[in-house]
């Protein structure tokens, strides 16, 4: 089955520095790729998410790229600000699972003012 | 006016107990999920049902037993709780392949 490996499982940035947090999955047929972000002691909620005809996304501070022939997707936040600090997971689904999505194991993103 | 909404949000038991958790939808979705997270935030789904029909049953124990009345709905019953099952529980739905719209959770301890 599919397996997500997201790096580094903790990130310490200065504000208004940039991060880039990894994934690598396995699938090759995986076609959804969604981001979350979930503040402490809260539900994980999307960000931002991407599909496999797409290359790179943007929203304000926030892009995605995916290279498909690697089987890796990353996530770039710009201009970081302290309220940006959470645990960032990335995922990966396929059509034919239901809509099962498989999360990497979290990135822990402190952001230092 | 909350899309996933699942209660109770804390639950403190004892080993062996009965318990459940409820989970409601007003967002139209087709499909509903149960997702675990331990206590190193790492998220994995346990069951999805899709229009009221199991379609994932990620061999999680014969103690843990989903229902859904109706595609609004999805209950966790979890039977002899143990140690172990401590954990938040999230809710999720989402319509076909797309984003998950999570319940605010429910934190359940075993002691």
């Known amino acids: 089955g599919e397996n997500v490996e997201q790096h580094p499982s903790t990130l310490s940035v200065q504000e208004g520095d940039s991060a880039v947090i990894k994934c690598t999955y396995s699938d090759s047929a995986s076609n959804y790729f969604p981001w979350y972000k979930q503040e402490l002691g809260k539900r994980p909620q999307l960000i931002i998410d991407?599909?496999?005809?797409?290359g790179e996304k943007k929203d304000q501070r926030i892009a995605v790229t995916l290279n498909k022939t690697a089987k890796h997707f990353s996530l770039h936040i710009t201009e970081t600000q302290p309220e940006d600090s959470a645990v960032y997971f990335c995922?990966?689904?396929?059509?034919?699972?239901?809509?099962?999505?498989?999360f990497g194991q979290g990135t822990e993103l402190s952001v230092k003012p | 006016d909350t899309a996933v909404s699942q209660t109770p949000k804390y639950l403190v038991t004892q080993m062996g107990n009965d318990k459940s958790i409820k989970c409601e939808q007003n967002?139209?979705?087709?499909?509903m999920y149960w997702y675990k997270q331990d206590s190193k935030k790492f998220l994995k789904i346990m069951f999805s049902y899709n229009n009221k029909e199991l379609i994932i049953n990620e061999t999680v124990p014969n103690r843990f037993s989903p229902k859904s009345p109706d595609k609004a709905h999805l209950n966790l019953h979890i039977n002899s709780l143990e140690l172990g099952d401590s954990a938040v529980y999230f809710c999720a739905s989402s319509q076909d392949v797309r984003a998950l719209h999570f319940g605010n959770g429910t934190r359940l301890t075993v002691t």
């Open positions: 995922a990966a689904s396929k059509n034919n699972q239901g809509g099962k999505l498989i």
């Open positions: 967002l139209g979705h087709d499909t």
């Open positions: 991407i599909r496999s005809n797409v």
